[in-house]
């Protein structure tokens, strides 16, 4: 069997080169306890202006307290923090502009309306009316205008919040989970309206509990643990730095169980996963004739490295954020 184990040593991560810009975060050795709890342990990252930039990590690695002092929700125990070129801590009410925070469904007045919610919060930034109806008709809202926040649906009020976020066009955004617990359709409407902030030049700072997600929005992802980033870069160049050497077969478990695949002459590893059976092979030539002939040619899949697969060998851990 192959043994997998996280790295023990942090990653520092460092952004693209940019043309004499300050970066849009820079984070240099923060640290963040908790009483006895150390929930950042040194945490270096550095997001360009215009970075789609993904946060991941298990519960409680740490990325809602980063996400936090970054914002300039909390402060840090140590350690150094500038966004555009200034601290977020304490609050800085000309940083605060040019954020936008991402507020959770329970955050929401529930008895206004979409169009009472997005005006409320763009006056608090100074924002027009107008700006606002327009912004929750860019986000696909306008029919909705006067239905209460409680009465839409789990995309709809995700849509909202991100909307209320970017109204005031802040020039970073950050994003906690927010395609969570959206069907597949909600989640890609999403995925859309995010592409078109990234293209404005923007930057997204964002945390998900789909690795898949992450892989295919963002220019770059940090995957943290215990406090600390572990590994970080562009979703594909750390597939391809992680990846495993062996060729993946998929294969479902009615009709070969793993047991009966680590038997086979050539597979590396059998396992189980959900109600597939996946084989690693360094003689994928053998193997596939060997299993062929057993189970059928059409009943064997072969399998490409994801982020996920990545994720899983670097923390041990499946994800769950
Ligand atoms: N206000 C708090 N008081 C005490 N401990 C806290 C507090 N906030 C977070 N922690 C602890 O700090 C650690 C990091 O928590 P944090 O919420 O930042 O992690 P996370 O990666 O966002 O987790 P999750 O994915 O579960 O939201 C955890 O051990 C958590 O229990």
């Known amino acids: 069997m192959m043994t ?18 300050t970066p849009a975060v820079v984070a240099n050795q923060v640290t963040k306890s908790y009483g006895a709890v150390r929930a950042l342990d040194g945490i270096d990252l550095t997001i360009s202006r215009g970075e789609f930039f993904g946060i991941l990590g298990p519960n ?35 940083l605060l502009g040019s954020l ?9 007045f529930p008895s206004l309306t979409a169009l009472e919610h997005i005006t409320t919060v763009a006056t608090l930034y100074g924002v027009s009316a107008q700006k606002a109806a327009h912004t929750l008709d860019r986000f696909g809202l ?5 239905v209460t ?8 009020q995700r849509r909202l919040a991100i909307a209320a976020a970017v109204t005031h066009d802040p020039e970073v955004i950050f994003l906690d989970e927010p395609t969570a617990a959206l069907d597949p359709q909600a989640r890609r409407e999403l995925w ?9 030049g923007r930057t997204i700072l964002y945390t998900t509990h789909y690795l898949d997600e992450a892989e295919r929005l963002c220019d770059r992802v940090a995957i943290v643990d215990a406090g600390r980033v572990i590994a970080a870069g562009k979703p594909h160049d750390l597939i391809r730095e992680h990846s495993s050497p062996y060729v993946q077969l998929v294969i479902s478990r009615d009709r070969l169980d793993p047991a009966s695949a680590a038997a086979v002459p050539g597979v590396v590893n059998a396992r189980e996963e959900g109600a597939s059976t996946i084989v690693e092979t360094d003689r994928p030539e053998d ?15 072969t399998r490409a490295t994801t982020l996920e697969d990545v994720y899983l060998r670097l923390t041990g851990k499946e994800y769950s954020a």
Do not use: C, Y
């Not at 350690?79 to 304490?90: D, F, K, M, N």
């Not at 991402?102 to 929401?108: K, V």
């Open 142 to 146: 306008w029919d909705k205008k006067d």
């Open 192 to 200: 859309s309206l995010l592409d078109e902030l990234r293209a404005e």
């Open 287 to 301: 193997v596939l004739v060997t299993l062929g002939q057993r189970v059928g040619f059409d009943n064997i899949h």
């Open 4 to 21: 997998i184990t996280a790295p023990t040593t942090a990653v520092r991560v460092t952004a693209p080169a940019e043309s004499g810009r």
């Open 100 to 108: 936008g925070v991402q507020t959770q469904a329970s955050s929401f």
């Open 149 to 156: 926040v409680e009465k839409l649906s789990g995309g709809q």
């Open 60 to 94: 409680g690695a740490g990325k809602t307290t980063l996400m936090e002092i970054i914002e300039g929700l909390r402060s840090a125990d140590s350690g150094q923090v500038a966004v555009l070129g200034r601290s977020p801590w304490p609050r800085d009410l000309q």
